[in-house]
C-alpha cells in the first residue's frame, strides 16, 4: 500500500483539473454515505423536483446537460452560484435515483 501524507495529497489535489476535482470530491462524499447532501425537494419550487440546495437548479437539467456534452467545468461557469462541491453531490443524487431524474427529462422533453 502507497502512503502518502496529507500534504502531500494537498498538493496533489490541488494539481487536478477542476473536472478532476469535481471527481475526487464525488468519491469522497460517496465514501462518507451522505449520498444526496445539499439536495432539496421542495413543493411548489421546481414542481418540486430534486433541486440544488438554495437554488432553483434541478438536478435533472444538470443532468440533461451532461448528457448533452456539457463538462463540469462548463457546467460550474454556467451555473456561478454552485460549487464543485454541490455538483458531485448532484451526481452522487443522480446515480442513487436515476430513475427520478430518467423521469423527470422525460416529462419535460414532452412539456
Known amino acids: ?56 437548479i434541478p438536478v435533472w437539467v444538470l443532468v440533461e446537460a451532461r448528457n448533452i456534452g456539457y463538462s463540469d467545468a462548463d457546467l460550474l461557469t454556467s451555473y456561478p452560484s454552485i460549487t464543485a462541491t454541490d455538483l458531485a453531490n448532484a451526481w452522487v443524487y443522480a446515480e442513487a435515483h436515476s430513475d427520478e431524474i430518467e423521469l423527470a427529462i422525460k416529462r419535460n422533453e414532452v412539456a
Open 1 to 56: 500500500m502507497i502512503s502518502v501524507t496529507l500534504k502531500e495529497l494537498e498538493q496533489q489535489l490541488l494539481a487536478l483539473s477542476p473536472s478532476e476535482k469535481v471527481q475526487a470530491i464525488q468519491l469522497l462524499a460517496q465514501s462518507l454515505g451522505s449520498s444526496w447532501q445539499g439536495i432539496e425537494k421542495t413543493p411548489g419550487i421546481c414542481g418540486g423536483e430534486a433541486r440544488m440546495a438554495k437554488t432553483r
